[in-house]
């Protein structure tokens, strides 16, 4: 079991900057795989950004050079800190876990939260 809770979202001007946080909650261990979605109205989910539990990262490629995903594995915490937007970044972004760990040999996901909204101004 496991519960997502994101924050950060909120409206700014093209060219701003803006950190997305995900805690993670429940009875688990621990989490292999986290990372971060959007969805515009009208367009399908589309990933942003994923990282492992050791620190290995992806970016979709126009997110690439603009945002950076992080954890703190402590906290079961994934950021996304968000640079140099763009109007077509408007979306609301979602975190998504995978590989949860729950004992030894037991794992289980995916699980999405519940999403924070990102609106960028021209």
């Known amino acids: 079991q496991v519960q997502l809770v994101e924050s950060g979202g909120g409206l700014v001007q093209a060219g701003g900057s803006l950190r997305l946080s995900c805690a993670a909650s429940?009875?688990?261990?621990?989490?292999?795989?986290m990372a971060w979605y959007r969805q515009a109205p009208g367009k399908q989910r589309e990933l942003v950004a994923t990282?492992?539990?050791?620190?290995?990262?992806y970016y979709a490629d126009s997110m690439k050079g603009r945002f950076t995903i992080s954890r703190y594995n402590a906290k079961n915490t994934v950021y996304l800190q968000m640079n140099s937007l763009k109007p077509e970044d408007t979306a609301v972004y979602y975190c998504?876990?995978?590989?949860?760990?729950?004992?030894?040999?037991?794992?289980?996901?995916?699980?999405w939260g519940q999403g924070t909204q990102v609106t960028v101004s021209s």
């Open positions: 998504h876990v995978d590989n949860v760990v729950l004992d030894a040999g037991t794992l289980f996901g995916p699980r």
């Open positions: 429940g009875s688990f261990l621990s989490i292999n795989n």
């Open positions: 990282i492992s539990s050791g620190g290995s990262a």
